[in-house]
């Protein structure tokens, strides 16, 4: 997908345009992938048990939330 950020003030690898992530991926093209790879997983999670598919949050003071998808 492509949108266009300010890596200056954006939350950016230095010297990328890529968002920090918690894969820790600075490759834009890896971590397209790997999300598609995430994102796929998840769908087909939900769609086997979807009452059961869960979504764990981490805040920026480390605490943690899940929500049912």
Not at 21 to 28: A, H, L, R, S, V
């Amino acid at each position: 997908m492509a949108y266009s950020i300010d890596p200056i003030s954006a939350d950016c690898y230095p010297g990328t345009s890529v968002l920090i992530n918690k894969f820790d991926i600075c490759d834009e093209e890896k971590l397209n992938e790997i999300e598609s790879v995430v994102s796929s997983a998840r769908s087909a999670e939900w769609l086997n048990a979807p009452q059961t598919a869960t979504s764990v949050c981490t805040g920026r003071n480390g605490s943690t939330q899940a929500n049912l998808l």
